[in-house]
């Protein structure tokens, strides 16, 4: 059983850094691939994302792709988004999800967190 649970969000000029952290109660973490979402008012969730078991293979959007890093530390069942140069269209609730599969599809991630605000100011 996988809970998640994310933090590490808040409010940020652009141009500045946040890293955001999810950690996860239960005992299996180091099985599932972990993914980082995100969802702006009135648009779709969509993959920021993904790191395998591992976390010898990662995948990212275009969007963050040279901004973005995510990593894991299975031994503190945690996975991270270190987030630089910031802009306003970053602003969005970040999400944890946890699958089976290293896939960009939101369907393949079985468990999620309940989401913390990003807020970018220009």
């Known amino acids: 059983q996988v809970q998640l649970v994310e933090s590490g969000g808040g409010l940020v000029q652009a141009g500045g850094s946040l890293r955001l952290s999810c950690v996860d109660s239960g005992r299996t973490f180091s099985i599932y691939v972990m993914g980082w979402f995100r969802q702006a008012p009135g648009k779709e969730r969509e993959l920021v994302a993904t790191?395998?078991?591992?976390?010898?293979?990662?995948y990212y959007a275009d969007s963050v792709k040279g901004r973005f890093t995510i990593s894991r530390d299975n031994a503190k069942n945690t996975v991270y988004l270190q987030m630089n140069s910031l802009k306003p269209e970053d602003t969005a609730v970040y999400y944890c999800?946890?699958?089976?599969?290293?896939?960009?599809?939101?369907?393949?991630?079985?468990?999620w967190g309940q989401g913390t605000q990003v807020t970018v100011s220009s």
């Open positions: 790191i395998d078991w591992r976390g010898s293979s990662t």
């Open positions: 999800a946890a699958s089976r599969y290293f896939s960009a599809a939101p369907d393949d991630f079985g468990s």
